[in-house]
């Protein structure tokens, strides 16, 4: 954390924080993600979040700031509860 704290030009502390949203995004996307497998099935759903969070992760290395790095982990949050 203290390499993309310095890349980014935050201090580690605030780098930190998106591990904080990443766990919100957690108990959020199983309460969403339950009755969308329930609908539709668990193997599509499962297909669709990992195809999602490889896409996430991607788009994760290219971040230029905090912000945008703390939305992309909150989605991954949301996407993680599924695998």
């Not at 309460?31 to 788009?59: Q, T």
Request: net charge negative; glycine share 10%.
């Amino acid at each position: 954390m203290p390499a993309i704290a310095k890349a980014m030009a935050v201090d580690p502390g605030t780098i930190g924080v998106t591990i904080g949203i990443f766990t919100i995004g957690t108990a959020l996307g199983q309460i969403s993600f339950g009755p969308i497998s329930d609908r539709y099935g668990r193997k599509p759903v499962v297909v669709f979040g990992l195809l999602l969070y490889a896409a996430m992760a991607f788009v994760s290395a290219y971040a230029t700031d905090v912000e945008t790095l703390s939305a992309i982990r909150f989605v991954q949050g949301n996407l993680d509860d599924q695998m």
